[in-house]
């Protein structure tokens, strides 16, 4: 079986491959075909290799140089090829350079997706992406408060919700009578408050709710809970509220500790 697998898996790549190298050098798919610029010498059809999901592809392309020497490639720049690699194979390489060393990491990648790159290519790929998503989470994260939070509420509570059968094999019932029927899903929200209303009651902040939830375990929800809390400020807050039921199934959360 485990044979059969993998010689079909490689076929289907391979097969991929073909299509996607046949579709990129289409000329429908191309467009039309770019005019040199004033003192551009254009090189038709130069050949280039593609590192891609499927692994390699020729890609034929125009290559147009100016009279003070400097390059383009109009097609590899429409395809948002990185050094070689397609963007979808850029984005895996840079994925996993995050997850464990580059060797383990050139491993994982051939044995999951079938894909062979090297170690030294996934470091350097990361060198080239990591500042460029970093730039991109500056841009889209919004500006954190210089000011210190007045207060900030942790509310946390877990729920049965009714799923699957095949998602409760194995787990048994809250009365310990046969299987359950449902799975605790863990739901929590933090958000702030820094002036009461006009009556002088408390006032959520407009719009400051964040939400996390999870079928994980009491102690995974209890850490997904902290890291958003301090993400959104927990080590700034002058206060601390913490809104729960008091029930042993939230966890020991460890705020405030």
């Known amino acids: ?32 075909k770019q005019e040199a610029r004033p003192g551009e010498r254009r090189f038709r059809d130069r ?27 109009p097609l590899d ?40 790159v090297g170690p030294k290519a996934i470091a350097r790929m990361a060198g080239l992406v990591a500042p460029q998503m970093s730039a991109a989470h500056a841009q889209a994260e919004p500006e954190q408060k210089s000011a210190a939070i007045p207060i900030m509420y942790i509310e946390a509570d877990g729920t049965g919700v009714p799923v699957r059968r095949s998602e409760a094999r194995g787990r048994k019932a809250k009365n310990g009578d046969g299987e359950a029927k449902t799975r605790e899903v863990k739901l929590g929200c933090i958000f702030t408050q820094t002036s009461p209303d006009s009556t002088g009651k408390a006032q959520r902040d407009h719009n400051s709710t964040s939400y996390v939830g999870t079928f994980q375990c009491s102690e995974d929800f209890g850490t997904l809970l902290r890291r958003e809390a301090f993400a959104r400020g927990f080590a700034s807050a002058q206060k601390i509220v913490y809104l729960g039921d008091g029930a042993a199934a939230t966890g020991p959360l460890g705020f405030g500790k």
């Open 77 to 116: 720049e429409s395809l948002g090829l990185i050094e070689g690699y397609s963007p979808g194979l850029a984005k895996m390489m840079a994925r996993i350079a995050a997850q464990d060393s580059f060797e383990e990491g050139s491993k994982d990648l051939l044995a999951y997706a079938g894909v062979k």
């Open 1 to 32: 079986m485990d044979f059969l697998e993998s010689a079909l898996r490689s076929a289907l790549l391979k097969d991929g491959a073909h299509l996607l190298e046949d579709l990129l050098n289409d000329p429908l798919y191309q467009g039309q």
């Open 47 to 73: 050949a280039k290799t593609v590192e891609t999901l499927f692994g390699e592809v020729c890609l034929l392309r125009d290559y147009y140089v100016a009279a003070d020497g400097s390059s383009r490639v």
